[in-house]
């Protein structure tokens, strides 16, 4: 493959995948008191169709994960976003709140197998200095979904019941799936696994990709603990909250971008610098009910570090992973990014029940600023402390296959 060009079909269709799926998560909140008063439940069941979400694809990830680690990427892909649309489909066709969340839970755990095939076939399709570059094209439809899908199955709901977004996103990820079937195969998986020939290659130990797996799990305790309260917090603000979380939505693609255009020329400083800004951005919430102006900045630092520090975490597991742990390092990410998704809300609302909303952020710093840490450390290393022969390495890989 050329290193200058990027297999752009591929790796669209796995950017419009993660979009499908994102919006599939994030549907109930976009329904959920209309959703909660046809099934006969109250608000808090119905947030309890987020939140297993998240505990399903803890859970569910590394076992689908191992089992399928032999089977063609693509395959598995379609595959599981043929399960994750037809559960999504009988979400939109349930007729008691069991039957609802026994659908989301299939759709979560197909969805945790899903993101970890896509994280580790997107890097094995393309140079090793060019793994941030791709992640942030496939990640960025994760954003883009994040941002579209609430607002979008509001309005569609308020217009044909609230079933109906669900319906939208189970057909579309059943024509994600023949894309899928179609459009990967014609990408093939580099000799080298994605690395480049003359590139380094990481030990197979696994201990640093689980810390940093970890140290991104931390960032996204510290966001959470914020975001889970961000109405409540950006109400003292003279710009609506509304307008406030649509600029912090799509400045977080413009952090997505960042990181593909400057991860793989940095590929140390970009973590520890996504970490700090959104630390920064969320010592600044504190300061929010100040002037317009200084909300929308405040907002604009939050909103561009959210978007960043997933792909350049990605990324960074990537690279330390190489050939030979690179479906391991694609299942660590959803993995500590839902656990840091759900250890984070719950720390939150402990908090909030403590103290006040106002705690939060100066609270989140703690674990913020530990995370910072860590990528920094991490950072100083050597570059050859992690490094084994290139033989041995490709030789793993070689034998795990796709």
């Known amino acids: 493959m050329d290193e200058n060009r990027l297999p752009w079909p591929a790796l669209t269709t796995m950017a419009l995948t993660v979009l499908v799926v994102v919006s599939g998560e994030m549907m109930p909140t976009a329904v959920l008191p209309a959703l909660a008063a046809d099934l006969d439940v109250t608000l808090a069941s119905a947030g309890l169709l987020v939140s297993a979400w998240a505990a399903t694809v803890v859970v569910a990830t590394f076992p689908l994960a191992r089992l399928t680690a032999r089977l063609d990427r693509p395959a598995v892909i379609a595959v599981a976003l043929v399960v994750f649309g037809l559960a999504t489909l009988g979400t939109a066709a349930a007729s008691t709140y069991g039957v609802a969340m026994a659908t989301r839970l299939v759709a979560a755990a197909a969805t945790g197998l899903l993101w970890s095939t896509v994280n580790a076939h997107a890097a094995s399709i393309v140079p090793e200095q060019r793994i941030a570059r791709a992640t942030a094209v496939v990640l960025a439809g994760g954003t883009a979904g994040a941002v579209v899908a609430v607002p979008a199955g509001n309005a569609l709901a308020g217009a044909a019941g609230w079933r109906t977004p669900f319906l939208a996103v189970g057909l579309l990820g059943l024509v994600a799936a023949v894309a899928v079937a179609v459009v990967l195969r014609r990408a093939p998986v580099l000799a080298s696994g994605g690395a480049g020939g003359d590139a380094p290659v990481p030990s197979r130990s696994v201990r640093p990709l689980l810390a940093l797996a970890g140290l991104g799990g931390l960032m996204l305790v510290a966001h959470f603990m914020v975001f889970t309260f961000v109405a409540e917090l950006l109400t003292p603000s003279a710009v609506p909250t509304p307008a406030l979380l649509l600029v912090f939505g799509l400045v977080g693609v413009l952090g997505v971008g960042a990181v593909g255009a400057t991860s793989d020329r940095f590929p140390r400083a970009v973590p520890v610098t996504a970490a700090l800004v959104m630390t920064l951005g969320l010592l600044g919430v504190t300061a929010v009910g100040g002037t317009a102006w200084l909300d929308l900045t405040l907002v604009l630092v939050w909103g561009l570090a959210t978007g960043a520090i997933g792909p350049a975490v990605q990324a960074a597991l990537m690279r330390a992973a190489g050939v030979a742990h690179r479906t391991t390092a694609g299942t660590l990410m959803p993995v500590a ?52 022969t290139v033989g041995a390495a490709v030789t793993g890989g070689a034998a795990r296959g796709r």
């Open 337 to 388: 990014m839902n656990l840091g998704i759900a250890l984070g809300a719950a720390a939150g609302s402990g908090a909030v029940e403590r103290w006040t909303v106002d705690a939060l952020p100066l609270l989140a710093l703690v674990p913020a600023l530990l995370a910072v840490a860590g990528f920094a450390g991490l950072g100083l290393r050597p570059r050859g402390a992690a490094r084994a």
